[in-house]
């Protein structure tokens, strides 16, 4: 793997003990050195402003409204209380802080870092800041220790706090043994003959039915905002692999779309508030942004209870007892006319209420959603901007389908440089950009660098993926740096943490398979039988509501290959879960 064989003189996390000094971190020499060429760049947090575009755009990038968070006074004043501890400190200046208001922290953090260091303090109020981690090694020890049996250091603290208004008690968010328990029930759906079923009856089919959406765009060479076309792909994926509803977003405008940007986008802001308003009960429906943040969850929490109510009619006695008897044969369970994560849920006798069930899928419906169709946006435009990988990439699809239009089981695992493009992509633009924790005891992390009781812990997964002191050539858009197609696909374990889009330790994803999966199979798709371009003069800028956005969409124009005349509709395919 391309890791950087460079080591940085700076402390890699934190404050540390002035009667010892760090270690430069050790990193592997890379797997295969790659001679660079020129190429066009991904787009870079550091340089980027938020000058908007002239194209317009279906989610609203402002989501709820916008921010109050520290200006620079809160620096000098938190360096006088903090000087027990030699942790740099965050220049937080007022032309800094406007990348935060409403915008995309992470652009911030990645300035901080390289005038700070891979470990600073980032003040965000008289009496509160973030431990700001950019260092591999530091990310791994918080992370294995985040609801850890063997040695719990660590909580989700302010994340579970900002985004309790959405998540409820689901499991993305919930701690301790209640999260040991919801995620030992949810764990077991997303099994591998569960992934077999989405990959044969609803990623490739869904992807066709968006493949066939574009046709009229290619014959009449009108633009394409392919951003918001992957959010309402993975839309409908998300709510028939969960739900085994369609949402039908690709034909129409689903408000549930907007709703969950807008929810996720309040989440990141009120983790950064000068003054946590939204702490105070009731007081949210008469603040104009909060307000608008709960009727977007009213809207989404109304959908997935309508989705609960009509599975739980359908499902009888003797199903339960057919995944009862799988459970306890140590088996899998699937039904097969409807093998939704719920309809296994609802089989399987979960014993928990409504609420309980409803905030579990929610979790699913909102990160499943978001992530994926993030993912395959800023793949499709590195391929774009890369034509040498995107010829790579288009001549393996071709290679492995032949004349079919979508991918078996098998296909999937030959589609080895296609997984290495999102792979690739996952690492430049993460979804999230950042990891949230609270220290529950007093930690050392390594080096000798002390974390006290209560310190809220950001881990900025962007910069750890982009520092020059983890990778080689790290602003470049290089598939190829992971190491042989042959060989594993990159994580958190084989890259030494160097590499985590899904995170890690106790806490990693549970739906890191089913992501990677609909994403190489949705881009096999749409690559099989299309070209893509952009439309010139666009200014891509980037924004966060807990995964990374266009400021004002992403605009291409399509044609069809010629690869793919003569290749069949997938408009039936694409419909309905239940009828395949």
Not at 118 to 140: C, E, N
Request: hydrophobic letters at 40%.
């Amino acid at each position: 793997m391309m890791l950087s064989g460079r080591t940085s003189g700076k402390p890699t996390v934190g404050s540390r003990s002035t009667s010892s000094r760090s270690a430069p971190l050790q990193r592997p020499a890379p797997f295969v050195p790659v001679k660079h060429v020129s190429r066009v760049a991904p787009v870079r947090a550091q340089n980027e402003d938020d000058e908007p575009s002239t194209f317009g755009k279906n989610i609203d990038s402002k989501g709820a409204g916008t921010s109050f968070t520290s200006p620079g006074w809160l620096t000098q004043l938190n360096m006088l209380w903090g000087g027990k501890s030699n942790v740099p400190v965050a220049n937080a200046q007022p032309d800094d802080i406007k990348e935060l208001l409403g915008g995309a922290l992470f652009k911030a953090l990645y300035k901080w870092m390289v005038e700070s260091g891979p470990i600073y303090l980032l003040p965000t109020g008289p009496v509160s800041s973030f431990l700001v981690i950019s260092d591999p090694a530091a990310a791994k020890h918080v992370l294995r220790s985040t609801d850890n049996s063997q040695r719990n250091i660590y909580d989700k603290g302010l994340v579970a706090e900002v985004s309790q208004f959405l998540f409820g008690q689901g499991f993305a968010i919930t701690g301790g043994e209640e999260w040991k328990a919801r995620r030992r029930a949810v764990g077991p759906s997303l099994h591998k003959g569960y992934l077999e079923a989405m990959l044969d009856r609803v990623f490739g089919a869904s992807s066709l039915f968006a493949a066939d959406k574009l046709r009229t765009a290619a014959a009449e060479g009108t633009p394409v905002n392919m951003e918001a076309l992957f959010s309402q792909l993975t839309l409908d994926i998300i709510g028939k692999s969960v739900f085994n509803y369609d949402f039908n977003s690709l034909t129409s405008n689903s408000p549930v779309i907007q709703a969950v940007y807008t929810a996720l986008k309040e989440t990141e802001q009120r983790a950064t508030d000068l003054l946590p308003l939204w702490k105070i009960p009731g007081i949210g429906w008469f603040i104009p942004r909060q307000r608008k943040a709960l009727e977007a969850v009213e809207l989404i929490r109304k959908t997935t209870n309508d989705l609960i109510k009509q599975c739980k009619e359908m499902v009888d006695e003797e199903e339960m007892r057919a995944a009862s008897a799988a459970a306890a044969a140590g088996t899998e369970y699937l039904n097969d006319a409807d093998p939704s994560v719920l309809r296994f849920l609802i089989a399987a006798r979960e014993e928990v209420d409504s609420t309980q069930l409803r905030d579990d899928l929610l979790s699913m419906l909102v990160a499943g959603h978001e992530t994926t169709g993030s993912a395959l946006t800023w793949t499709l435009y590195l391929l774009v901007n890369n034509p040498d990988k995107m010829a790579k990439a288009q001549a393996e699809v071709d290679a492995v389908l032949g004349a079919r239009l979508t991918p078996t089981m098998a296909d999937y695992g030959q589609l080895r440089y296609v997984m290495r493009c999102v792979n690739e992509s996952m690492r430049l633009y993460p979804h999230p950009p950042v990891l949230l924790r609270r220290a529950l005891v007093e930690d050392e992390l390594p080096g000798g660098f002390k974390v006290p009781v209560g310190q809220d812990v950001m881990i900025s997964v962007y910069n750890i993926h982009h520092s020059p002191a983890v990778w080689d050539d790290p602003e470049a858009f290089i598939p190829e740096r992971f190491g042989p197609l042959d060989g594993p696909v990159p994580n958190e374990q084989n890259t030494d943490f160097r590499y985590i889009p899904f995170s890690g330790g106790p806490r990693k994803c549970v739906g890191d398979q089913f992501a990677l999966m609909e994403a190489v199979v949705a881009l096999t798709v749409l690559l099989r039988q299309y070209d893509f371009t952009m439309v010139p003069n666009q200014k891509i800028g980037m924004t966060t509501g807990a995964t990374i956005h266009t400021t004002d969409g992403l605009y291409m124009y399509v044609k069809e290959r010629r690869a793919a005349a003569g290749g069949g509709s997938g408009v039936a395919g694409g419909k309905q879960l239940a009828a395949a």
